[in-house]
């Protein structure tokens, strides 16, 4: 597997984590690969062969070839169907809300055509643009300009979803909703109306993710292999705490995860 990661122009920055490429040659035999849950939403093209995602064991859709993967509270798998190809940007939780009017909200837990989300013709002609590209360097330039001119103020993120979404990435994960709002628990409804509209979960939800993720990262790069200390350093109740936030997400235990081929690309990206 070959997968790079690249900076955004400075004007996204506050919006946009990163753009990514992944490049893994076709397999005699494709195997299925479980997606973790990370707190971002995804722009991908796929530019390879189709790539299945498994609505149940047995049953799957054909991904869209150019589409936003939005929130996602649960695993799920995809498995190749020949060459991986894909160039992707990944946006920060609050990210991409600043570009559509859609609300965030519709895209959880499922791929949704960008031609759904943009005209039909910016839609189709972005698609065309990148597919065409020589190279990665093009298709972040292509994709840039078409950020950059939908960027609108009128669709800046609210003040207090921001805020929520920043403490929560600073703390990762473990502040709670209470502490963020300080003394004005009056907001508490109009923020989360606001942060699934914007969001597309609830701010306990991406909590819960970011913190995950950052235990994730402390087992990949073999911080601990105590678990009691990953539980203790994310300040989890106690280990069985972790446990069970753990299988919510990836669908195993921690120690599982580490030796599980199916985990391979998650890990890849989580890393």
Not at 13 to 29: A, F, H, I, M, R
Not at 34 to 44: F, L, S, Y
Not at 95 to 100: E, K, L, R, S, W
Request: charged share 25%.
């Amino acid at each position: 597997m070959n997968y790079q990661t690249y900076k955004p122009h400075s004007d996204l920055k506050p919006l946009v984590d990163c753009y990514w490429t992944l490049e893994v040659p076709k397999q005699s035999e494709p195997q299925k690969q479980r997606i973790v849950p990370d707190g971002c939403i995804e722009m991908a093209f796929i530019l390879g062969n189709d790539i299945k995602r498994y609505t149940s064991e047995n049953e799957f859709i054909l991904q869209p070839r150019a589409m936003v993967l939005g929130q996602t509270i649960e695993p799920f798998y995809i498995e190749p169907t020949g060459l991986v190809k894909t160039f992707a940007v990944r946006f920060y939780p609050y990210g991409f809300a600043n570009f559509v009017s859609e609300p965030i909200s519709n895209l959880a837990n499922k791929e949704t055509p960008i031609v759904q989300l943009f005209r039909t013709e910016n839609a189709d002609d972005l698609e065309q643009k990148i597919i065409k590209s020589e190279n990665t360097e093009q298709r972040i330039s292509i994709i840039e300009k078409f950020l950059l001119d939908r960027l609108n103020d009128e669709k800046t993120i609210n003040i207090i979803v921001k805020n929520t979404v920043d403490s929560l990435l600073f703390t990762n994960g473990s502040a709670s909703i209470n502490s963020i709002l300080k003394d004005d628990l009056s907001k508490r409804r109009q923020l989360e109306r606001n942060f699934k509209k914007q969001i597309g979960v609830s701010p306990k939800q991406l909590g819960k993710v970011i913190r995950l993720q950052t235990a994730l990262k402390m087992i990949l790069n073999q911080k601990s292999e105590n678990l009691t200390n990953i539980a203790y350093e994310n300040e989890y109740f106690d280990q069985a705490h972790f446990i069970k936030d753990f299988r919510e997400f990836t669908g195993i235990n921690p120690k599982e995860f580490l030796i599980n081929e199916n985990l391979t690309l998650s890990a890849l990206f989580y890393k």
